[in-house]
């Protein structure tokens, strides 16, 4: 089991501090100390790119021996970014309909780092 960690509310990467945080509340209730980063939303500052940052901060703690990071979530697609639904106008394949994306290329070097950061 483990738990998704947003920090939406502060608008800025997951941190160190709030990774063990959350790890402490989860201890004081006997839940398993382990969480999914999700390298969207607030975390990026709803800016889809920033993911790769995210991911970049994310991989630095593993690699300084955070235990706790059991894995992520990404907003990609095929496509980057997003569109809009207009009556009548065709839409573009492999492209989001709601939140932007990262597309394919920056979904494939996220893929890469995470595989690297241990």
């Avoid at 980063?37 to 889809?48: A, I, L």
């Avoid at 970014?81 to 597309?103: E, F, V």
């Amino acid at each position: 089991m483990a738990t998704l960690l947003c920090v939406a509310a502060k608008n800025r990467i997951i941190h160190a501090d709030d990774i063990a945080a959350a790890c402490d509340t989860l201890h004081e209730f006997d839940l398993p100390e382990h969480l999914v980063v999700d390298f969207s939303h607030g975390n990026c500052q709803k800016q889809h790119r920033r993911q790769l940052e995210v991911c970049e901060d994310i991989c630095q703690q593993i690699r300084n021996g955070s235990t706790a990071i059991a894995g992520i979530m990404a907003e990609s697609f095929l496509r980057e970014g997003t569109q809009k639904i207009a009556g009548g106008q065709p839409l573009t394949y492999g492209q989001s309909i709601t939140d932007p994306c990262l597309g394919w290329e920056d979904t494939e070097r996220l893929v890469e780092k995470t595989r690297l950061c241990s």
